[in-house]
């Protein structure tokens, strides 16, 4: 059973930092190209980041202040978030997507909201 799991969000003043973790299950992690998604409410989900082979795309919005890794041994992605903006509030998603087929794979979602 494939599950993906994210912790890290919650609440953070505007310039401050916070760093997203997306534990994996169940897949064979090396296969997959891992990112993250946000879904802003009354919005539509957008790629905030992704990363496979070692390679990164990121959003022009998040160029600069956010940074997507990995770590294959433990199965774990992080997205470590840097000078956070009031627009920077969504629901994030880890997903991963298998190289070979393009079967996707979603977590449940982290709330992170930047106010002061």
């Known amino acids: 059973q494939v599950q993906l799991v994210e912790s890290g969000g919650g609440l953070v003043q505007p310039g401050g930092s916070l760093r997203l973790s997306c534990a994996a299950s169940?897949?064979?992690?090396?296969?997959?190209?891992m990112a993250w998604y946000r879904q802003a409410p009354g919005k539509q989900r957008e790629l905030v980041a992704r990363?496979?082979?070692?390679?990164?795309k990121y959003a022009d919005s998040v160029k600069g202040r956010f940074t997507i890794s990995g770590d294959n041994a433990k199965k774990l992605v992080y997205l470590q978030m840097n000078s956070l903006k009031p627009e920077d509030t969504a629901v994030y998603y880890c997903?991963?997507?298998?190289?070979?087929?393009?079967?996707?794979?979603w977590g449940q979602g982290t709330q992170v909201t930047v106010s002061s």
């Open positions: 990363i496979t082979s070692g390679f990164t």
């Open positions: 169940g897949i064979a992690f090396s296969a997959y190209a």
């Open positions: 997903n991963a997507e298998n190289r070979l087929t393009l079967r996707n794979y």
